[in-house]
């Protein structure tokens, strides 16, 4: 069982390397469709995952300059800021209302990330909040060998959608990087690259504290989290292989069709047919 574990948790982290995606996302529903885990104990499990994944992935981002730090040291007061809020209403509002507005900010965040393919909208705070704070940078990219400037624009809303982010985190428990990349690229104007590897980056910090509430709980089996946890490692460092090398048109489609298939998961979740419906 360990050798599929690390299989199945490879090929998610993988995927969620290139996408700068919680693995999570993919690790529970694999653990408790196939390999039937108990709820909390598949999320204790891929908690475990998202922050090996996001250690694996780290270091080459920053030694290639595709992660803003600066900036998802900003984000991410926000980011925090929400899931605490999340925690507070757990339990209050309906399950299918929160999949059903999920599925809809997927939607829509896969409609605005394919129709900036073809007209890119520059940044509109070339001044203001982007400046005091230094977020303005540049990247390396391997597929057109050349580096490429940018600049962030309107902080303020992405940190209010990185506050939305954090808060349906929590409610959903589910990784937030489903919402943080299409947040960086539409609200902030960040290149895909750069959005996936800083949202690499954040991950791994806000799963930890969760992490660390399913450990003082018992819910996190050594046998079950360690394989998927080794297989998070190499299946981080395989997917920010690709990342380096994909050209960021075809990347972006990829997300795209992540996000739809997303969206339709969350639709059917709303209706209670979902393994996820009975994490409440």
């Known amino acids: 069982m360990s050798a599929w574990l690390f299989i199945a948790s490879f090929v998610a982290s993988a995927l969620g390397g290139v996408l700068g995606m919680a693995s999570g996302i993919f690790v ?9 885990l108990d709820i909390r104990e598949a999320i204790a499990a891929s908690l475990v995952s998202v922050i090996a994944c996001s250690c694996g992935s780290a270091a080459p981002f920053l030694k290639e300059r595709l992660t803003h730090v600066r900036l998802a040291i900003v984000l991410e007061t926000a980011t925090t800021l929400g899931a605490l809020t999340g925690v507070f209403f757990i339990g209050r509002i309906p399950t299918a209302y929160l999949y059903g507005l999920f599925a809809l900010i997927l939607a829509l965040s896969a409609r605005q990330m394919l129709v900036r393919r073809v007209v890119v909208v520059a940044a509109t705070d ?4 982007a400046d005091r704070l230094r977020l303005h940078s540049s990247f390396p990219d ?11 624009g309107r902080v303020p809303l992405g940190l209010v959608v990185m506050y939305g ?7 959903l428990g589910i990784g937030s990087g489903v919402l943080k990349i ?7 104007g960040l290149p895909i690259k750069v959005s996936s590897a800083t949202s690499n980056f954040m991950i791994g910090v806000t799963a930890a504290a969760s992490a660390g509430a399913y450990f003082a709980r018992g819910d996190i089996n ?11 490692v190499v299946g981080a460092l395989a997917g920010t292989r690709v990342l380096f090398n ?10 795209v069709v992540v996000l739809s298939l997303l969206a339709i998961q969350m639709l059917v979740s709303s209706c209670g047919i979902s393994w996820l419906a009975g994490a409440r």
Do not use: C, E, H, N
């Open 28 to 36: 529970v529903p694999i653990l408790v469709i196939a390999f039937g």
């Open 142 to 152: 391997r597929a057109t060998r050349q580096d490429v400037p940018y600049q962030v």
């Open 165 to 171: 982010a954090g808060l349906m985190s929590a409610l």
């Open 126 to 129: 070339a001044q203001g909040w």
């Open 182 to 188: 299409p947040a960086m690229d539409m609200a902030l």
């Open 222 to 232: 050594i046998r079950i989290a360690a394989p998927v946890a080794l297989g998070s």
């Open 246 to 255: 994909v050209p960021a048109d075809k990347l972006r489609v990829l997300f």
